[in-house]
């Protein structure tokens, strides 16, 4: 069980929206910058948003990152093949004084 | 091009130990922090272990404190992971990352270079 909470999978048809939510508490989401990274299978991961809503160049604008309080949400829009994925949330705790991800989102394009 | 590229990985048994390496490229090594990052099969990614730019500072997960050991070698650009009293639950895909993605002059704390992982299978 992740301290850093995200559905477990979610799923769209090509075109719609997709929005991943990752809850936290106040030592880490509500203190820190959120970041998500899409692990394609088999591959290893890759960031996508750093600093809540910041794009990487090269990250299409598809993918946008919000937070608020102690959770933070993905989101995916125009949903396309290639989105197929595991998606992570991470952040820094300051309790722990290490880095936290989430449990991982299975996005499916139906 | 940046790059990260881990060795050293295999088969152990329970008890025993290995070292991880992970080669940087393609950047200035020594001005970034370095992460190591696990995932069991089937899972999730965990974070493992974190060391500052010069080594000064070393983090660990409580699941491997007191067991693992980060390191850094600046002079030649390699990261390492010193891995002792293995476990069963140990085994996973390791991955080195570096933190620091820079745009305008600004370092984020972000996982911006990834390597392909090795792996380490902890079974007698």
Known sequence: QSVLTQPPSASGTPGQRVTISCSGSSSNIGSNTVKWYQQL????PKLLIYSNNQRPSGVPDRFSGSKSGTSAS???????????ADYYCATW??????VLFGGGTKVTVL | EEKLLESGGGLVQPGGSLRLSCAASGFTFSTYAMNWVRQAPGKGLEWVSLIRSSGGSTYYADSVKGRFTIS???SKNTLYLQMNSLRAEDTAVYYCAKEGYTIFGVVYDAFDVWGQGTMVSVSS
């Open chain 1, 74 to 84: 993905l989101a995916i829009s125009g949903l396309q093949s290639e989105d197929e």
């Open chain 2, 72 to 74: 850094r070698d600046n």
């Open chain 1, 41 to 44: 299978p088999g591959t290893a």
């Open chain 1, 93 to 98: 705790d300051d309790s722990l004084n290490g």
